[in-house]
């Protein structure tokens, strides 16, 4: 057999092999797709995007995917008088902590500590997904996710996002529908 023949590397004019084909890996964290698989949401692990440079804030996503700030979905977790609570807010608004507290009765509402953002969802601060989380933990959804037909959200990691139409979103999040976001007086 001449190198040619047996596709050695060495052989100028050897076609390159062509691969086997298999599934492309998701871009998401494999623990949030498993997550879309068993919500029966697969068909999105193609649509998850990876980008080189971190989309960690709203407005890095917004910028790399090239869409509106408020198309971003933040996942932010609080702590409502010491347990966790997700807040699904669009990405050019803030939240309103006292509008939280009076929407859940909760004498005190704060910022989570990154530990325990990690240890409600599994993932760290700036990668969180709408859900898929470690834990089940109580969603808020503000309202204005609604007025975007499609809003874009964390995929597990700094630097996945993915597509999915609000109304979805929240409903496999299992959020209640609330105004928690900051208006300006």
Known sequence: MNAEAAGAPDA?????????????????????AEALQELGLGDLLPRVRRFPEQTRTAAEAAAAIGCELSEICKSLIFAADGVPVLVLMDGSSRVDLDLVRQELGAEKVTRARADLVRETTGYAIGGVPPFGHATKTR????????????VWAAAGTPYAVFPIAPEKLIAHAGGTLADVRETAE
């Open 139 to 150: 969603v808020l959804a503000d309202r204005s996710l609604l007025d975007h037909d499609v």
């Open 12 to 32: 100028p004019d050897a076609p390159e092999p062509s691969p086997s084909p298999s599934p492309s890996p998701s871009a998401a964290h494999p623990r949030f």
